[in-house]
């Protein structure tokens, strides 16, 4: 069955709280539409509709710490849309942590504290580090505990980030404040003089559910489905922020922060925006579009140019609809961040014809290729209302290894969303990868996965793509998993073996 007869059928929208007595009705509606029959059916929720805010509140810029770093996980209050409201986050006063940023070769040290009441972790998303720094989901530290990140950053320029990651518990926590940027500079990237300093402006971008205490989390089974979404759009912890910028080139460090939102990347003005670089780093060479598709952990590096403009001018980073993105996405356009021009000013920067170095791995080097369905949503016949989402038909057992690949092998690891009608965001711990091909659906690669690395690779329904991924020489089990934070808890996760 599909999701839309599931709603129509059951009357069940995406603000349904099925819980305790709701629970027994919704069954019983279940039973009454034969949605059980075989064991298994769909189901799946409504758009969450975007409020947006005034814009005039400034944008915030997180701190920024380098090498050693101390991070606290703990209930805090946050201003946010004038008020404030209690969160969670990795330092008073705010919803993100601190922007960590070193250098690639440096040792990042970083003490983690953990002052909730419940167990947590920290997963460092885009950094290849070794599976005991990893953040895996059963490396918890449990209340009251502390845990000593120490880790050398061997990689290429990038924008990464972090954010808890403890089985079960994950969209919950991230939904409620836990979450920073790591940036990660080499001398290639310095080379290229690219905007730095009030030019280089990093972008959270993430959904809220708002209220005058707190940030809501209480998902339904609707919204386990598609996702948990969020009225307010907030950037780096603000809603519907304004930033004054000059009649120049601007970097923009983009992370989609988001449990499950995909944002539909545009300018106002319809001016390009010139991607740079991905989840990886640097791209081989700048791509001018018009939008960028970003799902939930996806980052793009973005320069955009005010040049021309008159003072006064106001141009808003926003999100526009768009096709095949499930039930629930893409339903709406929507307003995220204002750019006023304040000062005009000559500016010299020229974006460079050539921006990284890259080399194209052929399919043909692959010592296997590995399968992986993204399974229908599923409900099993004793009404078990946990792992609904699966790769391979199987849910997230942490006793359980999926995959065992051998060091420094190189693989190809095709997924499949051709039965689906949700997207699912793939997000691979411990390695990048590149992009081999996209069938169905799109049928096409985008600007940002043709010649660079990734971590993180969306499908929307009717998809499948193919990955090509060298494995380093790290041991120990990581995991991959879908990025919709809802999917993930509910078991949308399996794990791999590196020997």
């Known amino acids: 069955m599909k999701r839309s007869e599931f709603i129509k059928n059951t009357g069940l929208g995406a603000g349904s709280i099925l819980a305790g007595g709701s629970v027994l009705s919704f069954l019983a509606a279940c039973n009454k539409n034969n949605m059980m029959n075989g064991g298994g059916m769909n189901m799946g929720g409504q758009p969450v509709p975007v409020t947006e805010g005034n814009f005039s509140r400034l944008l915030p810029i997180p701190s920024v710490v380098t090498n050693n770093a101390s991070l606290a996980a703990q209930a805090t209050a946050a201003n946010v849309n004038g008020s404030n409201i209690s969160a969670l986050g990795y330092q008073p006063n705010g919803i993100l942590g601190p922007t960590i940023r070193l250098n690639s070769g440096n040792v990042a040290n970083i003490s983690f504290q953990n002052n909730l009441s419940e167990k947590s972790n920290i997963h460092w998303h885009g950094l290849k580090i070794p599976a005991n720094m990893d953040g895996h989901p059963e490396a918890i530290i449990n209340p009251g505990s502390s845990f000593n990140y120490q880790f050398t950053v061997n990689q290429r320029a990038a924008l990464c980030w972090y954010h808890p990651h403890p089985n079960g518990a994950t969209a919950r926590q991230a939904f409620q404040g836990l979450a920073g940027l790591f940036i990660i500079n080499d001398a290639e990237e310095a080379a290229l003089n690219l905007p730095s300093g009030n030019y280089e402006i990093p972008l959270v971008i993430q959904d809220k559910r708002l209220t005058s205490t707190g940030i809501t989390y209480n998902p339904s089974i609707m919204e386990v489905m598609t996702g948990y979404m969020g009225e307010s759009i907030l950037a780096n912890g603000e809603a519907s922020p304004f930033t004054e910028v000059a009649t120049r080139f601007y970097r923009l460090r ?137 790769i391979n038909g199987k849910s997230y057992d942490k006793n359980r290894v999926d995959e065992t690949i051998s060091a420094n092998a190189t693989e190809i690891w095709a997924f499949d969303n051709s039965q689906g009608d949700e997207p699912h965001p793939i997000h691979l711990h411990g390695v990048h990868f590149q992009v081999l091909e996209r069938t169905g659906g799109r049928g096409q690669l985008t600007a940002s996965e043709k010649s660079g690395w990734k971590d993180t690779v969306l499908l929307l329904p009717q998809e499948k793509i193919k990955l090509i991924i060298p494995f380093a020489t790290l041991s120990g089990v990581f995991v991959f998993h879908c990025h919709n934070l809802e999917h993930e808890d509910d078991g949308m996760m399996l794990q791999y073996q590196l020997n």
């Open 254 to 390: 983009i992370l989609n922060g988001s449990n499950a939102r995909i944002y539909n990347l545009a300018l106002s003005n319809n001016a390009d925006l010139i991607i740079i670089g991905n989840d990886g780093g640097l791209l081989k060479n700048p791509s001018a579009v018009k939008n960028i598709l970003l799902a939930p952990g996806e980052r793009s590096d973005v320069l955009v140019n005010f040049a021309g403009l008159s003072i006064g001018t106001e141009v808003f980073l926003e999100s526009r609809m768009f096709d095949h993105g499930g039930s629930a996405q893409g339903k709406q356009g929507f307003k995220i961040i204002k750019f006023k021009v304040t000062q005009t000013v000559s500016d010299g920067f020229t974006v460079p014809v050539i921006l990284s170095s890259f080399t194209a791995i052929p399919a043909s080097v692959a010592s296997r290729t590995r399968d992986f369905v993204l399974n229908v949503m599923q409900m099993n016949s004793g009404m078990n209302m946990t792992g609904m989402h699966q």
